[in-house]
């Protein structure tokens, strides 16, 4: 069946520095992905949208990479803030739409 | 514009009672869904409805019932609650890009839901 993976295992860094989550999937071949922050007790949000014919993409501080032949999408966040930390979800699109267990960032000042 | 609400905030239930969980949308979306999340298992589909007048299962449908209503409704109802169903519930709702073919959902603000 169709699998997105995302590293269950919180990721903390240090403010400044850059995070990166990854996002692999399975028996599947999305034409695009996306990618969402959700905070505590709230719904996910929408941050960026990476095409499979895309190789990057960026917005401010956020760069997403696809590379279709490793399965496989990057998260980058640059110049890490306090107000970075939340957790990250991936998800590809379409009507049966899936999402990853989401990554928990953690940035300390 | 609101975006997308949901009503209630919080339930609590009893095995074996019913209720419906209500959404709306005030952005012209044609598609709707409703997901779950529970710790550790992120965000999974119950049902969606692609357009007014259609709706579909997800992953998870059993012990679920939907109904769009007209655009801008889509209730998930909940015929006789389980402990099995505590969890927190979204609803969303997209639009296709036109030439795009892609879509991005916009989320609600989640029910908390306890099943005694």
């Known amino acids: 069946s169709q699998k997105i993976e995302q590293n269950s295992e919180a990721l903390n860094i240090q403010e400044g520095k850059t995070a990166t989550l990854t996002c692999n999937y399975t028996?599947?071949?999305?034409?695009?992905l996306q990618w969402y922050r959700q905070d505590p007790g709230r719904g996910p949000v929408f941050l960026l949208l990476?095409?499979?014919?895309?190789k990057e993409k960026r917005k401010e501080r956020l760069k997403v990479t696809f590379d279709t032949t490793l399965k496989q999408s990057l998260f980058h966040i640059t110049a890490s803030q306090p107000a970075d930390s939340a957790t990250y979800l991936c998800?590809?699109?379409?009507?049966?739409?899936?999402f990853g267990a989401g990554t928990r960032l953690f940035v300390k000042a | 514009n609101a975006g997308v609400t949901q009503t209630p905030k919080f339930q609590v239930l009893k095995t074996g009672q019913s209720m419906t969980l209500q959404c709306a949308q005030d952005?012209?979306?044609?598609?709707m869904y409703w997901y779950r999340q529970d710790p550790g298992m992120g965000l999974r589909l119950i049902y969606y409805?692609?357009?007014?007048?259609?709706?579909d299962k997800g992953e998870v449908p059993n012990g679920y019932n939907v109904s769009r209503l007209n655009k801008r409704e889509f209730s998930l109802r909940l015929e006789s609650a389980a402990p099995s169903q505590t969890s927190v519930y979204f609803c969303?709702?997209?639009?296709?890009?036109?030439?795009?073919?892609?879509?991005?959902?916009?989320f609600g603000p989640g029910t908390r839901l306890t099943v005694l």
């Open positions: 969303a709702s997209s639009r296709i890009i036109p030439g795009q073919g892609t879509d991005t959902q916009y």
């Open positions: 028996n599947y071949s999305p034409a695009y």
């Open positions: 990476i095409r499979e014919n895309e």
């Open positions: 998800h590809t699109g379409g009507f049966k739409t899936i």
């Open positions: 952005m012209n979306h044609n598609s």
């Open positions: 409805s692609a357009s007014e007048g259609t709706t």
